[in-house]
């Protein structure tokens, strides 16, 4: 129905459905040759051209044609269907025998004559025809299908069939084998553009292009392998490097990559271009279609391929769709561009393709209409290359673009457009590499380039320098470097500075990653070396990085997240490099460590330093410490081992890893046996590094400047510091130690002292430094005293600790009462170790001169500010929170007991300790006045606070319950002072009274704790006992002697002697005697033999004034506690050596006590008694210990076994011996293993003879295990199982009344000749 002549009637106009409109190629081949040419109007997509006046001239052109005759064929042209619709429909009116029809412009409507001979064929898109045409207008036309595999015969078809194999077997990729799971892959994501036609399509153009003249076999296998080239040039390279693990095997997949990345030119556009131009003829026209997945060229881009193609081609011109509304001005300027350049010409027309109808529309009409308008225009013997640009999205499965559509247009994928400076073209140079192989300087060890490619090269006539130019520049490690910079930096974290610090160290790293000078290239090539040992240690953990590239190209993700493959390996490297480039500056920019090489007022030493530690790979050990699954995404922590407040840089490099190197080195030498002592053998080793090597070639001014920059950031790295004065006094006590040490040794003549010099002075005067730096911290205001002083300071000694020590108390005496108490005693506490720790340092202690005489002015002012603050503690806060009405008198009082201590501030000596006792009692007298206007005295009768105060007519005041029981109804006087009271008086206990009594009862508890601290922390401080006078007073001031009060006298009627707490006042006694161990435990912290008079006099005043006979009991037990106690503390944790010898000590004890005790008993207690009852204890405890230790093993040692030998002997003299043994075994570890113990024979002598015969009368097992409690529990035990024999209680009853049982803690036993012993 092509060419209808009207004999059978008329015949419908025709619609033939196709695809990637193949029908018109088709047509035009088949049907339209010679000057059979139809009319093709092919509708316009671009914006404007879809208004009313381009219909208009549409329909103008089919009128045209239908009134000359003329075969019209319309593509896309949907909004020209409905003007036509009488003309579609065959709607005609016949007029004087022509016919005419209707054509419909809006709401106008003009007649057209229609030509017997006119014929109308709309060609569409099959997808657009069941999508978008009505069904009317389907239903009008004639339809017919014709697409490609529509005309290829069996030849062509079995052609198609292999190809279509060959396409299937490229993408099918093995990609398990490689540990990155199975991926699919689909044509369109190997061949851009590609469609189910795409093979017919490409056998159809290589058949027409082939001479028919072959045989069919012959022609067969040609077009066969030009068709897989045709599919090959519009691969993408990822593609193309997943050949190796497909099924065409690696033998084709290797020849397939050297034409892709050799032959066919995918590299750039430039290289396609000048391949181009080397191999068309004159006055032709080439068309060429291009797709990509990177950017759309650029005004500099099309200068640099006028630079490129200046000598083979006369102008360039690029045009871009997007810039153009509609057709006729695209088509203007192609006219113009032809018209008015000569000689060969380059015409690039690119767009970036939307997916969607419009996008293919326009690709379509575009190409369509540019190739008529070339065509019309004369060539004169020039060329025109027309190269059609598309840029395309990167989606899996392939955009819905359409590509390999025949005919004139020539397919191929240049995946980027441009030339890369920074990365290799060929990328299959890269499979067989690592990456960290890139940073390696000299690339041709690795044997990068094949054999093949070496001929090649020789071939090509490169000269050498050029061949290893070709081979060695694979990747810009550079570049690559300084592009990943930025995220380097992300991934980092300061501890205490926030992006501040971020944004400097970019700019420092992106200053440094370059080769402007000598210092640059230096850390760029050690940096490039480091990221290569980094990486080589990441590599060796995982087995495919190899396989990076392939790993890269099967990324379906990776390669739509960059576009081109390129770009996809460019960033596969910076992923891999970017975390190891974060850690390696997360160690080298530790506290600001990147400054020293940019700073201006760097020393050159310091930066050549700093870049010796970087290039030495075993001082500065960066280990490997990232995980192969390590991301951008992770954050790492820039640590910063300054310490304290002050926000400090480094002076010295890498000073932190100088610290620890020299450290190391130290503990060696420490270890070393050899004739030198430790410090020379330390320096030794030192010289001998590779540090120490450098810093002996240099100037003695450089290595001067270095020691003092060390100097510093080692006392940063070391103690805290607050403030740069702070700081500034810290290095010259540092450096004082130095001095010192350095006068005491004979081997430091050097004028400038190796680095080691500040380790040694450092650990010799480590306490003395760390206390410096903590008085300094605590008390920020002694910085300003040391600077008044600072020109007055020895440099040759270390006397700065004691200079602070000293202006602190000063600043404190003088801060005493003009500020808040509270304020002032917290500082006096945060001074207190500090201070202590220089009033107690031995090498202070030691030393004559100067510092002798400011450490005595130290410790006299100390123990005056720190007396006073006790009692600013105990009393001065006490009264302000419970008495604040006479807070004016207690200052007064606080002022006068710092004047106690102006003389001699040591309360070890009579001299002080007297005046302090009578400021506190004058002290209490004025509150008792100050609170009652007659004074508070305790009650005459009980010497204790009133309790429920009276107050008698004479202001005598006594407790109630006292005072009743005085008074006799016939005789009312008062019995302290025996006035007459009136016979109608009643006794009324006073509301007011009782108040005043029990704050100033909390008074003088504030007065009491006072002076028990006082006693406790300053007479009986350091290794020397107070003054025998003063502990005569101590002991003293626990007993007071009372009148009686003559209205209550006793049958004696005289003074009786009555106990106390330990305190100045001697008004509140107690009740019942109270016999305290306070005094005694301070006096055992002495030597037994220096404070055992005390003890004894003690103990001899208290049996002869206090207790009777039978209450003695309690106080031998007070004193063996306190002598036992005394003993474990002096003995404390004993070594195996010490443990041996404290074992032969206490055998021999138990040998001589045994003797000394046979001799006769002391008629009266006595210390040296007492303390030998306690060492019996702790010699019978040691040996449970030993017991439970050896029970069931032969691995005692010989003074073990002796020394239990020893304990049997002595406990075979008394039975209470082994009662007391078998408790402290049975309390220690259990009645089980006691009981384990009466089964083995050897053990039998712990026990007492009794309790073997109970056991051997029983089955193992069933002995009781209450015996040790002796007969009484025995005739218990036996009366409560008769009772329950019997039925009733009478026999218990009965054994109760016999002897009362009492299980108390203490146990009295009867020693040899009766003699009574007590042990708890």
């Known amino acids: 129905n092509i060419y209808s002549d009207c004999q059978d009637g008329e015949c419908r106009y025709l619609l033939v459905l196709t695809q990637n409109y193949a029908a018109l190629h088709i047509l035009q081949q088949a049907f339209f040759k010679g000057e059979q040419q139809p009319e093709i109007i092919f509708g316009s997509s671009f914006p404007k051209d879809q208004e009313y006046t381009q219909i208009c001239r549409n329909i103008n052109r089919v009128k045209i044609c239908m009134e000359t005759g003329q075969m019209v064929i319309l593509l896309n042209l949907q909004n020209l269907y409905e003007s036509l619709y009488d003309a579609l429909n065959q709607y005609y009116v016949q007029l004087a025998g022509q016919k005419y029809v209707d054509l419909g412009l809006g709401t106008h409507r003009v007649k057209c004559r229609v ?402 000078d000598s210092l640059k290239a230096s850390f760029l090539k050690i ?38 493959f390129r770009h996809t390996l460019w960033k596969r490297v910076q992923n891999v490099v970017t975390p190891a480039l974060a850690y390696m500056a997360s160690v080298i920019d530790r506290d600001a460590n990147l400054n020293l090489l940019v700073e201006p007022t760097t020393e050159n030493c310091v930066k050549a330093m700093w870049i010796f530690i970087f290039n030495d790979l075993k001082l500065l050990n960066i280990p490997y410490v990232i995980g192969q699954g390590s991301s951008q995404t992770e954050t790492i922590l820039v640590q910063s081992y300054f310490q304290g407040t002050i926000s400090a840089v480094n002076e010295m490099p890498f000073s932190w890893r100088i610290k620890d190197y020299l450290e190391d080195l130290w503990s060696q030498a420490r270890y070393i046996s050899d004739d030198k002592g430790h410090k020379e053998k330390f320096i030794e080793i030192f010289q001998k590094t590779p540090l120490g090597g450098y810093l002996a070639q240099l100037s003695e001014k450089e290595r001067d400047t270095l020691f003092h920059c060390y100097l510093r950031d080692f006392i940063l790295l070391t103690m805290g510091v607050s403030s740069h004065r702070e700081l500034k006094f810290l290095r010259m006590a540092l450096l004082s130690c130095i001095e010192e040490m350095k006068a005491a ?190 004074g508070l005295r305790p009650c005459p009768v009980c010497w204790g606070d009133p309790k429920d105060p009276v107050c008698l007519p004479c202001d005598h005041v006594f407790c109630q319950s006292c005072i009743t029981q005085c008074l006799i109804s016939a005789e009312m006087l008062c019995p302290y002072c025996l006035v007459s009271l009136p016979n109608d008086y009643t006794l009324a206990v006073s509301k007011q009274l009782s108040g005043i009594i029990t704050k100033y009862s909390k008074f003088r508890e504030f007065c009491n704790s006072f002076f028990i601290d006082l006693v406790s922390t300053m007479c009986f401080k350091d290794n020397e006992p107070p003054e025998k006078a003063v502990i005569q007073e101590l002991l003293n001031l626990l007993f007071a002697r009372k009148e009686v009060v003559r209205g209550c006298q006793t049958e004696t009627g005289k003074p009786s002697m009555h106990t106390k707490p330990l305190s100045p006042f001697d008004d509140v006694v107690d009740k019942t005697p109270v016999i305290r161990s306070v005094v005694l435990k301070l006096l055992l912290k002495y030597s037994f033999s220096d404070v055992k008079a005390y003890m004894q006099d003690y103990l001899s005043q208290v049996e002869k004034w206090i207790l009777d006979e039978d209450d003695k009991t309690e106080l031998y037990t007070l004193f063996v506690n306190c002598l036992e106690d005394s003993m474990c503390e002096k003995s404390g944790v004993f070594t195996e050596e010490t443990k041996t010898t404290f074992l032969r000590e206490d055998g021999r004890f138990l040998a001589n006590f045994s003797q000394w005790s046979s001799q006769g008993a002391p008629q009266e207690a006595s210390v040296e008694y007492l303390q030998g009852v306690a060492r019996i204890r702790m010699c019978l405890d040691r040996a449970a210990e030993l017991l439970y230790t050896l029970h069931g093993t032969a691995n005692g040692s010989k003074d073990e076994k002796l020394y239990l030998q020893r304990v049997m002997q002595f406990c075979s003299q008394n039975n209470w011996y082994k009662i007391y043994l078998v408790r402290k075994i049975t309390n220690q570890y259990g009645m089980e293993f006691t009981q384990s113990f009466s089964s083995k024979r050897e053990y039998h002598w712990i026990f007492p003879r009794e309790t073997i015969q109970q056991v051997l009368k029983h089955q193992p097992g069933q002995m009781d295990q209450f015996l040790v409690w002796g007969k009484n529990y025995k005739m218990i035990r036996d009366a409560l199982g008769k009772a329950m024999i019997e039925g009733h209680m009478k026999s218990v009853e009965a054994a109760l009344e016999v002897k009362p049982f009492s299980l108390t803690g203490t146990v009295v036993f009867d020693w040899p000749e009766n003699r009574p012993l007590f042990i708890l």
């Open 745 to 934: 040794s004979s081997g430091a003549e050097q004028n400038v002292l190796p680095l080691p010099w500040i380790h040694l002075g450092y650990c010799q005067f480590r306490s003395r430094l760390q206390n410096f730096s903590r008085i300094l911290a605590v008390y920020p205001d002694v910085v300003n005293a040391l600077a008044w002083r600072e020109d007055n300071v020895p440099h040759h000694q270390m006397v700065l600790d004691v200079l602070a020590a000293l202006a602190c108390t000063e600043m404190l005496e003088g801060k005493l009462l003009k500020c808040k108490p509270q304020v002032w005693l917290q500082q006096v506490k945060n001074l207190q170790m500090p201070i202590e720790v220089v009033c107690t340092t031995n090498e202070l202690k030691s030393n004559s001169g100067p510092c002798h005489q400011l450490l005595q002015q130290v410790r006299s002012q100390w123990n005056r500010v720190f007396s006073v603050s006790l009692f600013v503690e105990h009393v001065v806060l006490g009264v302000e929170r419970v008495m604040p009405e006479i807070q004016d008198l207690i200052k007064k009082y606080t002022s006068l007991l710092g004047k106690c201590f102006q003389g001699d501030s040591d309360i070890k000596t009579l001299k002080t300790f007297t005046p302090v006792m009578k400021v506190l009692c004058q002290c209490k007298e004025d509150v008792s006045s100050a609170s009652c206007r007659y």
């Open 527 to 564: 940096t490039k070396k480091r990221l290569l040992s980094l990486l080589k240690e990441q590599e060796e953990n995982a087995r495919t990085l190899k396989e990076w590239v392939l790993r890269s190209a099967s990324n379906l993700n990776a390669l739509q997240e960059a576009g081109t």
């Open 115 to 516: 030509h017997p001979k006119f014929r109308l064929i709309v060609v569409e898109e099959k997808e657009v025809v069941y999508k978008q045409f009505p069904i009317p207008l389907i239903n009008r036309l004639e339809k017919h299908y014709l697409d490609i595999n529509t005309v290829l015969n069996k030849l062509q078809r079995d052609i198609v069939e292999e190809l279509e194999k060959w396409v299937n077997n490229f993408i099918a990729v093995d990609t398990g084998k490689h540990f990155m799971g199975q991926q699919k892959y689909s044509p369109s994501d190997a061949f851009v553009g590609y469609h189910p036609d795409t093979c017919a399509s490409v056998v159809m153009q290589v058949t027409e292009k082939l001479k028919k003249d072959r045989a069919p076999e012959e022609l067969m296998l040609e077009i066969q392998n030009q068709a897989t080239l045709v599919l090959l040039n519009c691969a993408t390279p990822d593609s193309v490097v997943r050949l190796g693990t497909s099924q065409l095997g690696a033998c084709q997949a290797d020849h397939l990559a050297r034409i892709y990345f050799q032959q066919q030119q995918h590299i750039s556009l430039a290289d396609f271009l000048h391949a181009c131009l080397c191999t068309e003829s004159r006055g032709v026209s080439v068309f060429t279609e291009i797709t990509t997945f990177s950017r759309l060229l650029t005004t500099a881009d099309m200068e640099t391929l006028e630079a490129e193609l200046q000598d083979t081609i006369g102008s360039i011109k690029i045009l871009s769709l997007q810039q153009f509304d509609t057709e006729h001005s695209f088509l203007k300027a192609i006219r113009s561009f032809l018209d008015t350049t000569p000689g060969n010409k380059i015409l690039i027309i690119q767009t970036d393709f939307e997916n969607g109808c419009l996008g293919a529309q326009l690709v379509a009409s575009a190409k369509y209409s540019a190739v008529n308008e070339i065509n019309k225009t004369g060539l004169n013997k020039s060329s025109v290359f027309v190269f059609f640009i598309t840029k395309l999205p990167r989606i899996e499965g392939g955009s819905s673009y359409v590509g390999f559509q025949g005919g004139l247009w020539q397919s191929v994928h240049i995946d980027d457009l441009r030339r890369s400076k920074d990365m290799v073209s060929d990328v299959t140079t890269l499979r067989d590499v690592t990456i960290s192989q890139l940073f390696l300087e000299h690339r041709r060890e690795l044997g990068f380039v094949s054999a093949e490619k070496k001929d090649e090269l020789e071939g090509e006539g490169l000269a050498a320098p050029e061949q290893e130019k070709r081979t060695t520049q694979i990747l810009d490690t550079t570049v690559l470097l300084r592009t990943c910079v930025q995220s380097a930096v992300g991934m980092l974290r300061d501890q205490n500075d926030g992006c501040n610090r971020s944004t400097r160290r970019i700019e420092i790293l992106l200053g440094l990653l370059c080769e402007e």
